[in-house]
């Protein structure tokens, strides 16, 4: 594609030059597979939370000491309510993104303005993701821990499999965050080595 | 200053145009004002949690049925402990960072460089301030409201007090949150804008 092109001026013979325009390439690439693990990721999480349901024969203290089912499922809790809301955010916009990334990687090169947009709402996607990872994890924790001061009773010791999927969900979930970490560090850095030195 | 300094080459006269230049100081400024911002959150944030001990008379619920005196403290759950953690680290990081950018504000013009290298540790803290900011909302949380299904009972009609500072606290470390986005969104915005058209 090179030879089709004929750089004008100064300025762009030094934009264009092979040693800039080389990384771009393998950057965008990069770029497509970091996003399409995010929606992985969101995808997993998401699945893998909202099928933590699990029903147990559990006693009652009081008259007539039978044994009761009760279930444990995610939605009784807020904090693991706003984790699904915000993977599934993440996974859809891991999705589009993907689609619109694999796009622009079949053009030459890819705008810087496409690069800056994403990386306004891969920074805000972090922190959203960040914060839902914190709060399931810290209520995972209680779950299986409990906190002896206040008398929260730890919960994972009857329903086992609820817990396997809250943290397994959780584990993903910093999986993502990272994936976010890098995807915005590498925005960055294809932004930066496109400045003239 | 620009008046001392002799563009060479027609790539650095582009560069240097005043219309790039420009900005680049009213960011520097910015940036400076931002750190300082992020450094007083980490402080006070850290500041209003350890000092958020306090000691009430709790019925015990067997007999000698006296009032003992019980304290809630932070440290007595592993989310707030990790909160104090990662908003230290915020506030030692804001405080190296403001000093770093203000002297860098007095030069010139600022490299890229440090630019980028800042970046990479903005985005790992935002990552871990939003993380301690869920986790310790989480668990604020389950302390106003409770949870009736595994029968984790409110504390805070009990330690008024500490809930109110471990609230006010994970605001201002919210507040922290969005100070680095910002500050990450402005060096990103800064890098794209030395990137000649």
């Given at each position: 594609?090179?030879?089709?092109?004929?750089?004008?001026?100064?300025?762009?013979?030094?934009?264009?030059?092979?040693?800039?325009?080389?990384?771009?390439?393998?950057?965008?690439?990069?770029?497509?597979?970091?996003?399409?693990?995010?929606?992985?990721?969101?995808?997993?999480?998401?699945?893998?939370?909202?099928?933590?349901?699990?029903?147990?024969?559990?006693?009652?203290?009081?008259?007539?000491?039978?044994?009761?089912?009760?279930?444990?499922?995610?939605?009784?809790?807020?904090?693991?309510?706003?984790?699904?809301?915000?993977?599934?955010?993440?996974?859809?916009?891991?999705?589009?993104?993907?689609?619109?990334?694999?796009?622009?990687?079949?053009?030459?090169?890819?705008?810087?303005?496409?690069?800056?947009?994403?990386?306004?709402?891969?920074v805000l996607l972090l922190g959203i993701v960040a914060a839902a990872t914190g709060s399931a994890g810290?209520?995972?924790?209680?779950?299986?821990?409990?906190?002896?001061?206040?008398?929260?009773?730890?919960?994972?010791?009857?329903?086992?499999?609820?817990?396997?999927?809250?943290?397994?969900?959780?584990?993903?979930?910093?999986?993502?965050?990272?994936?976010?970490?890098?995807?915005?560090?590498?925005?960055?850095?294809?932004?930066?080595?496109?400045?003239?030195?």
């Amino acid at each position: 594609m090179a030879s089709t092109y004929t750089p004008t001026s100064e300025s762009e013979k030094a934009v264009l030059a092979p040693e800039v325009r080389a990384p771009s390439r393998s950057f965008a690439l990069a770029d497509v597979i970091l996003r399409f693990l995010l929606f992985a990721s969101g995808l997993v999480a998401v699945v893998v939370m909202i099928t933590s349901k699990q029903t147990e024969l559990v006693p009652i203290p009081m008259p007539p000491f039978v044994r009761i089912p009760r279930s444990a499922n995610f939605n009784h809790s807020p904090a693991f309510i706003y984790f699904v809301a915000a993977l599934s955010v993440a996974g859809i916009y891991g999705l589009i993104t993907t689609l619109i990334s694999f796009f622009s990687l079949l053009k030459v090169a890819r705008g810087s303005k496409l690069v800056f947009h994403f990386v306004i709402f891969d920074v805000l996607l972090l922190g959203i993701v960040a914060a839902a990872t914190g709060s399931a994890g810290a209520v995972a924790y209680l779950g299986l821990k409990g906190n002896s001061h206040v008398q929260w009773r730890k919960i994972c010791h009857v329903y086992g499999d609820f817990c396997k999927h809250i943290g397994s969900s959780v584990a993903v979930s910093l999986f993502g965050s990272i994936v976010l970490v890098l995807l915005i560090l590498l925005s960055v850095y294809a932004l930066s080595k496109r400045i003239p030195k």
